[in-house]
């Protein structure tokens, strides 16, 4: 079982940073692949960034490549997803998610554990 905790968001200009982070409970941290989602009003949940579990594989959805960077501390049990030259676009709730396994992964439903999401507003 793995209970994870989002912080980081809030109200951020467009073209500044922010990093969120994801704090995870349990022993086996190191056990899991991660991921951010993302979801704005009226749309679906999207995957933003995932990161394997050793953390030497990423996927970023296109929209965000260059911008974002997804990295994990298995010491801190932690995973981080910094936001640089954040979009009006980007404001969303955003979702860390969990799951056993080695690899990338990118859909909803391969993932177990939900944190319950930090709101982040890109103003114009």
């Known amino acids: 079982q793995v209970q994870l905790v989002e912080s980081g968001g809030g109200l951020v200009q467009a073209g500044g940073s922010l990093r969120l982070s994801c704090a995870a409970s349990g022993r086996t941290f190191s056990n899991y692949r991660l991921a951010w989602f993302r979801q704005a009003p009226g749309k679906e949940r999207e995957v933003v960034a995932a990161?394997?579990?050793?953390?030497?594989?990423?996927y970023y959805v296109d929209s965000v490549k260059g911008r974002f960077s997804i990295s994990r501390d298995n010491a801190k049990n932690t995973v981080y997803l910094q936001m640089n030259s954040v979009k009006f676009e980007d404001t969303a709730v955003y979702y860390c998610?969990?799951?056993?396994?080695?690899?990338?992964?990118?859909?909803?439903?391969?993932?177990?554990?939900w944190g319950q999401g930090t709101q982040v507003t890109v103003s114009s």
């Open positions: 990161i394997s579990r050793s953390g030497s594989s990423t």
């Open positions: 998610a969990a799951a056993v396994g080695v690899l990338v992964a990118t859909t909803p439903s391969a993932y177990e554990y």
